[in-house]
């Protein structure tokens, strides 16, 4: 993302070298931007913030509760698992029939909750 002051300065600088007699197409390949990217910036009243960071994203609907955090929080911190990695504990839990999540969730969660490192004796 390009800063606002820069975003300002950019369009400065291409709006200056079009009233001088550049074609807006050279003015922004030199700044290595799309002449729509321009266009975009440029709003009828000035220049145009980046509404990105403005924009409330939806969860994911697969995105774990807290209740099954808490669920794979507790197995990793029971005394028969603490001082396995995911690695291990995912297929001993499979073993019993038990699937909470996959592996790579399990270090997500540990390393999360700062966590990912020695937890048994």
Known sequence: MISPSNRVFAIEL????????????????ELNISVRT????????????????LVERPVPKNKLSEAEREEILTVVNQEAYADLPPTQIVPK?????IYLASESTYYRVLR????????GR
């Open 14 to 29: 291409i709006q200056e070298a079009n009233q001088n007699g550049a074609r807006l197409t050279k003015a922004c390949e």
């Open 38 to 53: 321009y266009e975009r910036w440029v709003a009828e009243y000035g220049v145009k913030v980046d509404q990105r960071p």
């Open 93 to 97: 839990l499979a073993d019993k029939g």
């Open 112 to 119: 999360e909750e700062k966590m990912q490192h020695h937890r």
